[in-house]
C-alpha cells in the first residue's frame, strides 16, 4: 500500500506544474473544454484473472499443509482424512475487466467522474488421481471508483491525461473449495479500490477513441466514448 501511495504522489507531482497555469499560460492550440460531458466504455487485461492467480499460490501452500497432515496422521495412526485432491483443470475461461465511465470536464484541465469496473474467471477442477472433473470455481470483481482526470494536452483531437482514483470493491468466489458441497457456497468480500492512469489518450472531438497504460483496472486499456 506505502508504494501505491508512493506512486500516486509522483503522479500529482509530476504533473501538477502544468495543471497549475492559467489560461493564458498555455499553448496556442490549447482546446477548453469546461463544462463537457464524457461517456465511454473501454475492455483492458482481465484483472479477475489476476486475483485467481494469486489464490492459486494459496491454493499451493494448502496442498502442501495437507500433506504435512496427512504424514503426521499415518505417523500417529489416525485414519486419513476425507478430503478430495482438486487442482485446476487449465481450461481457465476469463472475462476482461469492463469498464463504463462517466466524467465532467470542470475545468479545462480537470474531469471529475465515477468509473464502474466488472471481471470474472471460471476455473474447472479435477480430481488430481483419477482426471475426473469435480466442479467450477467463478470468481467474479465489481468495483466503483470515484476518478479524478487531469487534462495536460488538450488539442482539437487530441487530449492526454492522468488520472487518480479510489472506491470500494467486491470481490465474490467459491474458491478454495475443498469438496463439491463446498464449492455450492460463496464468499463475497468488499475491499478499497484504488485506481492509478499513468498515461490516458483521447482522439477524437464529440465521438472519441480512448487508449490508457498504468491502470490498476485494466493495465492496458482501449475504448471507445462520447463528448458532448
Known sequence: MKKLYALLFLVVSATFPLFSQSESDHHPKWVDYTGTHEVDVS??????????SIMEMGRGFMWLNNLAGDILDD????PPANRVNAASSGDICAVPNLRAEYGYNILSWLNLGLAVNYSSCSNPMQD???GMYLWTENSHMTSVTVKVR??????KWVRMYSSLGAGVGVFNTNMMSYDLEDSQ????????APDVCLVGLTVGRK???RIEWGSIFGGLTAGIGCRF
Not at 43 to 52: H, Q
Request: aromatic letters at 24%; zero cysteines.
Open 43 to 52: 475492455v483492458g487485461f482481465p484483472t479477475a484473472r489476476i486475483m485467481v
Open 75 to 78: 505417523i500417529e495412526g489416525n
Open 128 to 130: 488430481m488421481d483419477t
Open 150 to 155: 487531469f487534462y495536460w494536452l488538450n488539442r
Open 185 to 192: 457456497s460463496y464468499v463475497t468480500s468488499a475491499f478499497f
Open 207 to 209: 465521438v472519441y477513441g
